[in-house]
């Protein structure tokens, strides 16, 4: 038998109409086998696109308050929405010292092999946003070469500013007159003069 444990069961459905019993029953028999003790079943209703998932929340801070020692889901899709999600998530736990399971998807943080594949798992999520923002950049300096002008549209005509300035104005007056910021008022003239 493994060392008694505090867990916390988090269980997820999509929709009003479907159960969590299939996710409990196994997750209970999963954790009776392993001579732990069910501290609470936090369940909620809702798609794992919606980020307002008021059980989770609940699970999350009663982790920041150290009422269990782990938490047991039945897949990793029931917890959380993406790789990055589950990344950020699993490190913020580790921070109160709370293990993770999956039962389903064999994912197991009480085991040195299961923390070895978190690391992975991490290390591709990193991997994959530098790429991201790679593309991201390319995109921007492609766009940038073909003359696009990128940014937020200006809120008001150039020849507004042109007239305010030729009337003395100062860029921070012009601003002010016109609802934009003195950066704004400096590099629309900058473009247009």
């Known amino acids: 038998m493994s060392e008694s444990k505090r867990v916390a069961v988090y269980v997820r459905v999509s929709t009003q109409e479907q159960s969590c019993d299939l996710q409990k029953s196994e997750i209970l028999t999963f954790i009776e086998l392993k001579g732990w003790t069910l501290a609470r079943i936090y ?3 809702a798609t794992g696109t919606n980020a307002n998932r008021p059980m989770l929340k609940a699970m999350l801070e009663d982790a920041k308050q150290g009422q269990f020692d782990l ?3 039945w897949k990793l899709d029931r917890l959380f929405r993406s790789l990055k999600d589950l990344i950020l998530t699993l490190h913020e736990l580790s921070a109160y010292g709370i293990e993770f399971v999956a039962i389903k998807d ?3 943080l009480t085991t040195s092999a299961g923390r070895l594949m978190m690391h992975l798992l991490g290390a591709f999520a990193e991997f ?3 790429l991201i923002r790679a593309r991201v950049k ?4 492609n766009a940038r070469a073909k003359g696009t002008t990128l940014g937020r549209p200006v809120k008001v005509h150039p ?5 305010l300035r030729g009337q003395g104005l100062s860029l921070s007056e012009i601003g002010r007159e016109l609802g934009v ?6 590099k629309t003239l900058q473009k247009v003069t």
Do not use: H
């Not at 020849?159 to 007239?163: G, T």
């Open 43 to 45: 369940e909620d209703k």
């Open 71 to 73: 938490i047991v889901s």
């Open 106 to 108: 064999n994912i197991d």
């Open 128 to 130: 994959e946003g530098s």
């Open 138 to 141: 390319a995109g921007l300096d």
């Open 159 to 163: 020849s507004r500013m042109i007239a």
């Open 181 to 186: 910021s003195k950066g704004t008022v400096s």
